[in-house]
């Protein structure tokens, strides 16, 4: 299938790896014209080297933390006016809410929360102006079904979740989608960090967490960063044009729910 956004311009945030870069390798994969950020220059410039000798294309760039203004400013420079916004940005710490004091709570809030809602801000007159846009924020399934130890990502990300539920109806007759993604346990390096810190809880091994993680999962197994990255470019395309204000959680079966 064609997905009809060859040329469109895509801004994918946090893809120097994991789930943001399995998205921004569907989307060029798609003739995207693609811009990927991340804050270690080395390393997003070498993601975006390995990303265009894969798909035959010219990926662009940029070193910058996107949860300040700058950042986002340097991000807004290097693809002006995108077609298409993935929001992402790296999960807050886990732990014990008792631990947590005002300046933790704000610095997830602002990362998870309002960081996307200031990039949704900068690009969606623009994107309504073209009568096409597409805006995919990659949140968790935490928001669906909150994790013990996540409270910080529950939290900051349910707040965004509810934010996009109204604006997502406004929008949707100009042809331009928001939607969230909602992972559950995929192989990344977020998930290794937390099975470690669920393996010194439990004075068990990594291993032994990580087996009994995937035994759980009605899939028998973790996610890949690439069928991610699949669901996502459907989000975006074309044809997604009445897909609005989902929530699609993408965890092998975990959640019991009908609903």
Known sequence: M????????????????????GCAEALAREGADVTILARTESVVAKTAEEIG???GRTVAWVACDITTPEGRAAALAACPQPD?????AGGPPPGD???????????????????????IKATIDGMISRRFGRIVNITSSAVKAPIDILGLSNGARSGLTGF??????????HNVTINN????????DRLRSNTE??????GKSVAEIREAGMAAIPAGRFGTPDEFGALCAYVCSAQAGYLVGQNLLLDGGNFPGTF
């Not at 993604?181 to 990344?188: E, R, V």
């Not at 810190?197 to 439990?202: P, S, V």
Request: glycine share 8%.
């Open 197 to 202: 810190t669920r393996a010194k809880a439990a």
């Open 53 to 55: 000798a894969m798909c």
């Open 97 to 119: 809410f008792r631990s947590w004091d005002r300046d933790t709570w704000i610095r997830a809030i602002d990362a998870n929360m309002l960081t996307p809602i200031e990039l």
């Open 2 to 21: 064609n997905y009809g956004i060859e040329g469109k311009r895509a801004l994918v945030c946090a893809a120097s790896k994991g789930l943001g870069r």
């Open 84 to 88: 298409i916004l993935v929001n992402n």
């Open 164 to 173: 996009v539920a109204g604006l997502a109806r406004k929008v949707a007759r």
């Open 181 to 188: 993604l909602l992972p559950g346990a995929f192989d990344t």
